[in-house]
Nanobody, 124 residues
Framework: VQLQAYGGGLVQAGGSLRLSCAAS????????VGWFRQAPGKEREFVGA????????GYVDSVKGRFIISKDYAKNTVYLQMNSLKPEDTAVYYC??????????????????WGQGTQVTVSS
């Protein structure tokens, strides 16, 4: 599977953006899809993940209640809806696919395939 992440941009604090992660080559079936972000000078941080089959989701505490991960079977796409954005959400966002168990969702090494990043900038 190959991934393409898109939908980033510049938004004011309090605004919303929706990122997309589209799969090509094969479907997401059997995969978990994670979203990560990396701000300048910081390590890559887990944002959240979804299990394609079943739809279980999990999020880092800092985005709970603001970000929602969803999927579209027909489009073979996973979305990251980001609401109430804050300047500290500014980062390059990546999607990744793999077969981690739920307890390993937050570990980048659990994911075998990564999309290119998309920049999200939140202005204050």
């Amino acid at each position: 599977v190959q991934l393409q992440a898109y939908g980033g941009g510049l938004v004011q604090a309090g605004g919303s953006l929706r990122l997309s992660c589209a799969a090509s080559g094969r479907s997401f079936s059997g995969y978990s899809v994670g979203w990560f972000r990396q701000a300048p000078g910081k390590e890559r941080e887990f944002v959240g993940a979804i299990r394609w089959s079943g739809g279980n989701t999990g999020y880092v505490d800092s985005v709970k209640g603001r970000f929602i991960i969803s999927k579209d079977y027909a489009k073979n796409t996973v979305y990251l809806q980001m609401n109430s954005l804050k300047p500290e959400d500014t980062a390059v966002y990546y999607c990744a696919a793999g077969h981690p168990i739920i307890s390993s969702w937050s570990r980048p090494e659990s994911y075998a395939v990564w999309g290119q990043g998309t920049q999200v900038t939140v202005s204050s």
